[in-house]
């Protein structure tokens, strides 16, 4: 009677002689059909007769054999190299060699084999070494199962929309045999010994894995086509690194137990710890990270950056932000720095005197509190030129910008900035990105001056694109605004009109002196402001000269008080006369809109300051109180723009109208402001000259 070890050995036989007649049929086939003679044809060819040579000597000498280990080591090299046929065919040389260092990787591996064969039939070893080849042998041929899987997997997904049909049955045949495989060694790893049924039908399985590849590689396959990514390329590395870590552990974990007792022991609290120290010092490291991006790109790809998803990223972000509601001008530097793989970035913009200011800092928290300005070497170069500024050579004098000045500490060589991106846009110069040294340090090269020139240009775009909504958005409400005050200005000067009748029919028709005296003398006040203010209104949307004269500010400073009454005070310091050259009644304008600005900022019993003081070629005065405060992106942006304003009932001109006033007179205003600690106005007028004694006018177009 036939027991059930002799039943899988029969079927194990059947099995092998159909898989060597399936394939050997395959072959003559194959070589029959009227294609051409490619790559992928001929190693197809060697890969069916080599199976079948596998296939006879297996159904001959059966599964312990040694020339059947030989025979299945050169039948898994024949399938790698069918798929490095595959994967060089129709690709270009560089994606050829990428995939080719894989399998070459692979090959390596299967002809270790050969050692593990040399070692088990030459030498005379106990059979508990035997064993451990065994599993030795499994794990070897566990790891190129899974790197061949992870091949095929990248040549479907790889392949274009129109190749798939044609890579489908060739996909699917190698991919049955390789997980086969896979299956029957790890149990025999897990086991310790063949498995018999599993090794029975082996022959069976190859046999019908083959049919449908072989007439696959009877088709015309000459337009397939592999594109693969580098997102591909990193997962499919990242599995291989994962599969030969867990074989490695795994073999290790054999071999121990074959060192003696204590000797096991010690080694395996060893081998634990270290591990275990290396995942925590490594795996959470961003640098470790860094570093093995960096090196992947410098030995696995030509180019550094993959455009297409680089480009992708950038809309991404720009469109979308950081995190919901961020200002574009944080997007940006985050965008750049991303390209870089900086830890942060800052965006400089270039403001009305055209120097390149900080507008925004992204994780920079140290460069946001020195507020800095960008050197005039480098805003002068970056005008007149789309240059990105690497500041390792600039620093060493070897860079086009030319020899390096002194540097303020936040640009030396010991601090973090690595290089400055122009944002130019139609040859303007529209800001500047100043990116961090990446976690890992390298060189700047041609590729990352082309792709950051290109970036800049496209984000300079976007900040010149909101710079014109943001203009016609103010100049639809300067129209609004301008329609509005033409019915204001006709009212105010119809009741001017009617209050100088008034005063005058007064004076001449009063019976009581001294009440009309009075009265008269209101009259006259008033109708002197009203035209005062229609003067003043009428400078919105026309232009007039400013006549220009000496007196004494620190005269109509000492008046300030006066204007406000006893409602807040207001404190004074004059050290003596200052006599500047300027228009009293504009400078008296902006400072009673400073002053009242001040006081609606400050509590009901803090004072507001206005000083006064002389300096070499011009006069300072100051408004200083202890309010609020205003934080540096509204000063920047809004605290000058007209119709915003930080009161719920102010109409958002009066900062404005302040500085134009005093540019009008060749004077400059500036603001300091920390929020919770107050405001800082300061106006710098020039001084009189000494000898000048009598009124001089000088005309300048109001700004």
Known sequence: MIGVAQTWDMIGLVSAIGCAAACSVAAIWLTRRPLAWRRERITGLAALCLTALWAGVLAALGPQSLATAAAEAVRNLSWLALLHALFAGGVDRETAQRVGFVIASLIF??????????????????????????????????????????????????????????????????SALWVFELNHYAVTWFSGEIPGQIAAIRGLVVG??????????????????FRASRKVAFRSLSLLLIGAYLIAMAGLARLLPLIEADGARLA????????????????????FRAWAKVTAQKHLFSHRYDYRAEWLRLADTIARGVDEGDALQLRIPKAMADITESPSAALFLADSDGAL?????????????????????????????????????????????????LLPAW??????????????????????????????????????????????RQLASYLAEQASQRALMEAARFDEFNRRMAFVLHDIKNLASQLSLLSHNAQRHGDNPAFHADMLKTLQTS???????????GRYGSGRETQLESFDVARMVRDIPGRFGPLHRIDVACAGPCVVMGDPEGLEQALVHLVQN?????????????????????????????????????????????????????????????RDLVRAMGGRLEVQSRVGLGTRFTIRLPLAEPDRTSQNTLTQEAA
């Open 109 to 174: 591996v299967e002809l270790l084999q050969g050692v593990v064969l040399a070692a088990v039939f030459m030498l005379d070893a106990p059979p508990a070494f035997s064993v451990s080849a065994l599993h030795v042998s499994a794990l070897l041929r566990m790891l190129v199962a899974i790197g061949a899987l992870v091949l095929l997997h990248n040549l479907y997904t790889g392949a274009s929309h129109q190749d798939r049909a044609g890579t489908r049955w060739v996909a699917l045949s190698l």
């Open 208 to 225: 019908f894995a083959f049919v449908p590849l072989a007439m696959a590689l009877g088709a015309d396959v000459r337009r397939l086509q």
């Open 268 to 287: 395996q609290v060893g081998f634990l710890v270290a591990l275990l120290t290396v995942m925590a010092l490594w795996l959470p490291s961003n640098r």
């Open 357 to 405: 200011v900080l507008a925004e800092a992204w994780r920079w928290p140290t460069l946001a509190d020195e507020a800095p300005v960008l050197p005039s070497q480098i805003t002068a170069f970056l005008s007149s030129r789309d240059y990105v500024i690497d500041l390792e050579q600039w620093r060493k004098g070897k860079s086009a910008a030319g020899a390096a000045e």
């Open 411 to 456: 640009l030396d060589q010991s601090s973090t900035a690595w290089a400055i991106v122009p944002l130019r846009h139609f040859d303007r110069l529209q800001g500047a990105v100043l990116l961090a040294r990446p976690l890992i340090d390298r060189q700047l090269d041609w590729e990352d001056f082309d792709l950051l020139t290109v970036v800049g």
């Open 527 to 537: 109708s002197g402001k009203l035209n005062a203010l229609i003067r003043r209104l």
């Open 598 to 658: 001040a006081i609606d900022a400050s509590p009901l019993e803090a004072p507001v300051c206005v000083a006064v003081r002389e300096g070499a070629s011009e006069a300072i005065l100051e408004i200083v109180d202890v309010g609020e405060g205003m934080d540096a992106a509204f000063v920047r942006d809004k605290l000058f723009a007209a119709f915003v304003s930080s009161k719920s009932d102010g109409f958002g001109i009066g900062a404005m109208e302040a």
